[in-house]
């Protein structure tokens, strides 16, 4: 690394002199050496999967979560720190309750997503702070319908059709890539996000992982997002694992 | 022809605007009493809560909690005040067992819970409690406060809206005030309690915001046992 | 003169609000001059409600009255908080929604903390016990008497809580004129018919209703009724009860001779 020495990484206040910010670059980096966060856009839905890595056998099931709600209506998942996330999704919640409180309606998808990309942003300003080391990839149904978008640690915001994070993510982009974003069914979907995670997944570097699956339909899930049932869960994931099988052969 | 104006007719003076003030303070009624005895502690109250004035919101309210295995808090007056009350003291006792590894003795709860009401002098509790139960050294014991926590330990006690009622009741049949023949001997438990009922019962008989049902607990050395006793639902 | 600009540096200006980080409420600037509910102004009437064989049923009108004047007839009294609980609501109509604003959230949250487990109807009925009682206390009233109800894993709920935070559970609750006129009606059809069904409760509700439309000025005969059981919430369409005929002369002087 380049940076590294150079004295222009130690603060945020500081440009190198080709114009970089190290420190959002080193953030960067915390978010890739985390486990690959994908999310699909279809007509009726947003489906969130998140590869959570196991680095323990002691662990409980279902803990260290890394998809959670916002609202009734808004899902985020998380590449990264855990504990740089949870300040986000804290605050997160917050503006989606302080909007409500003042405008009697839900908060859009863009909105929230823009302030917490503001959020982030300002701590890419001062000296004494240091930037997430987290990206959020917030999904959600509004008025505009199924909203997709991803927040990085420079305080970025933009949103997509499908996009992914983490480790795995150019590997999950490039299965992405073949997806008819426009003609899938979230159920589909579903078993698209299922596969593409089980695909990135690797082996030999990290042994154990938990597959997350969280969504949001109109159709499906009354436009409430949560977590996937048990029994689709099991359907996607065998459906994963069964195409890698074949491609395998 | 003159034209006599009248004066423009003015209001004599202003009628004063219609001002429900917040009260609040309610007054839900009911009664309770305790007997000490030399092991045991008998404690009573009734369970209809009155909204105030003629009526009856529950029948089925009761006004004895248990604070420890060996202490009970009756209380009557408001109901939401006492219902603070109880949750206050549920905490603050919960906290002394973690600290001291042991549940507060009853004296010393009378103590804390004069320095509760005490603490609150400027908007007090509207609450008139007996604190009752066995103390230290197994003895029957009650304490009775009023809502600002003065208190006083009794050997019998009785609180509300049929204070009044009970307590010449207590002197004469308890401490035995101007009486000729002296009954002797220590009056069991089982005696207790009759009296007890007969004594809410009576109370039941000529105060409106008494009836419905009664608690009957009895505090002895194996814990708190509770009963329910009808009084009339008139 | 010039003048001399000063940019905030950081660690001068708390612009991280390091003292609260955690929430955003806490930068709001606190208001103190508040004027506190000493009188209702837009209220509605009686909410009654009561327990049957496989759960609650509830019923209000649907007036909201401003001082004598039928000011709005068609409000919905009753609300749903998350899955399981039904409040109704009488007296201030601004303190109600207010109270339902604090409730949802709690719902919202509830629902994002997703650990399996859904707020109670007891557990509603104890938090908003709380809030009334904590208003009260400040001298700020939530003037609104609420009648909570709910069905749960097989058990029924049912509650009141008023303004001075006064709450207890029983199989009947009404508030108002409806604890004056209501409350004996229904207690005694309940001693007569112990194990009431839906259809029979949903009728003496109704019956209820429509007794306190004849006598409480601020009523009004545009009802609502719901129920909770094991199929869910229920809170119905507008019903518009049958009255006796509002005619003048000698019909109205027959019909009257009818209720």
Redesign the interface.
Request: hydrophobic residues 25%; glycine residues 4%; proline residues 2%.
């Given at each position: 690394m380049t940076s590294v020495g150079s004295g222009y990484d130690l603060y945020v206040s500081t440009y190198s002199p080709d114009g970089k910010i190290f420190q959002i670059d080193y953030a960067n980096k915390a978010v890739e050496n985390s486990g690959t966060c994908v999310a699909i856009r279809t007509k009726d839905g947003v489906i969130l999967g998140v590869e959570k890595l196991v680095p323990s056998k002691m662990l409980e099931k279902s803990s260290n979560r890394r998809i959670?709600?916002?609202?009734?209506h808004i899902g985020v998942g998380i590449s990264g720190f855990l504990a740089d996330a949870r300040?986000l999704i804290?605050?997160a919640?917050?503006?989606?309750?302080?909007y409500?409180?003042v405008y009697g309606q839900p908060i859009p998808i863009k909105v929230l997503s823009q302030r917490i990309a503001s959020y982030n942003h300002?701590y890419t300003l001062?000296?004494?702070?240091r930037p997430f080391g987290c990206s959020l990839i917030i999904t959600g149904i509004d008025q505009y319908g199924p909203q997709l978008y991803m927040v990085e640690p420079s305080g970025s915001c933009i949103g997509y059709f499908g996009t992914s994070m983490g480790k795995g993510k150019q590997a999950a982009k490039n299965e992405m890539e073949k997806i008819k974003f426009t003609e899938i069914s979230t159920r589909d979907a579903l078993k698209e996000v299922a596969r593409i995670i089980h695909t990135v997944h690797d082996e030999v570097k990290d042994k154990d992982f938990e597959l997350e699956l969280g969504w949001i339909s109109m159709t499906e899930t009354n436009s409430?997002h949560?977590?996937v049932p048990q029994n689709l869960f099991e359907e996607a994931e065998a459906f994963a694992k069964a195409a890698i099988e074949e491609a395998n052969q | 022809m003159d034209l006599k104006l009248s004066p423009f007719p003015t209001l004599e003076k202003q009628m004063p605007i219609e001002h429900g003030r917040f009260e609040a303070y309610v007054d839900n009624g009911g009664t309770v009493l305790a007997v000490g005895g030399p092991d045991y502690c008998v404690i009573a109250g009734d369970t209809r809560m009155s909204d105030g004035g003629y009526g009856i919101q529950t029948r089925k309210y009761t006004k004895i909690f248990q604070l420890t295995d060996k202490c009970v808090l009756a209380t009557s007056g408001m109901q939401a005040d006492t219902l603070a009350l109880q949750k206050r003291l549920k905490t603050m006792l919960s906290h002394y067992q973690k600290e001291h590894g042991k549940p507060m003795s009853t004296p010393a709860i009378a103590q804390f819970l004069s320095n509760t009401l005490y603490y609150k002098r400027f908007f007090p509790y509207y609450t008139f409690n007996i604190v009752a139960g066995i103390d230290e050294k197994g003895e029957g014991c009650a304490w009775t406060y009023d809502a600002v926590g003065s208190h006083e330990r009794v050997k019998y006690a009785s609180q509300g809206s049929g204070n009044q009622l009970v307590i010449p009741l207590l002197d004469n049949q308890v401490a035995k005030f101007n009486q000729q023949i002296i009954a002797g001997g220590n009056v069991t438990s089982q005696q207790a309690v009759s009296f007890v009922k007969d004594a809410i019962t009576s109370a039941g008989e000529r105060d409106i915001y008494t009836g419905d049902y009664a608690d009957i607990v009895v505090v002895d050395k194996d814990g708190v046992h509770w009963e329910k006793f009808e009084l009339k639902l008139d | 003169m010039q003048q001399h600009v000063s940019f905030p540096v950081?660690?001068q200006n708390d612009?991280?609000n390091y003292k609260n980080?955690?929430?955003?409420?806490n930068r709001m600037p606190v208001v103190d001059a508040k004027k506190k509910t000493q009188d209702p102004i837009v209220t509605g009437t009686s909410v009654i409600a009561i327990k049957y064989n496989g759960g609650v049923v509830m019923g209000t009108d649907m007036l909201c009255s401003y001082g004598s004047l039928a000011r709005f007839n068609s409000i919905q009294r009753m609300e749903k908080f998350g899955s399981y609980t039904i409040i109704g609501a009488g007296g201030e109509l601004s303190d109600f929604q207010s109270l339902s604003?604090t409730l949802?959230?709690l719902v919202?949250?509830d629902?994002?903390i997703?650990d399996g487990s859904k707020l109670s109807p007891s557990e509603i009925y104890n938090y908003v016990a709380r809030v009334m009682y904590n208003h009260r206390n400040k001298g700020d009233p939530l003037w609104n008497s609420l009648v909570v109800m709910g069905y749960q894993n097989g058990s029924s709920f049912l509650g009141k809580v008023d303004l001075v935070g006064t709450c207890f559970k029983d199989d009947i609750v009404c508030t108002g004129y409806g604890a004056h006129i209501a409350l004996p009606l229904m207690r005694k059809a309940a001693l007569d018919n112990p194990n009431m069904n839906l259809e029979q409760a949903k009728k003496l509700i109704e019956d209820c209703l429509r007794v306190l439309f004849y006598r409480d000025a601020r009523s009004s005969k545009k009802i609502q009724i719901s129920v909770a059981n094991e199929n869910g919430l229920e809170i119905s369409e507008p019903i518009e009860l049958d009255t006796y005929m509002w005619q003048s002369g000698e019909a109205a002087v027959k019909s009257f001779s009818q209720v």
């Open positions: 959670h709600h916002i609202d009734t300040q804290t605050r919640r917050d503006e989606a309750k302080q409500r409180q300002v001062y000296g004494s702070v409430v949560q977590l | - | 950081f660690g612009y991280f980080p955690q929430t955003l409420e604003n949802n959230d919202t949250l629902h994002c997703d």
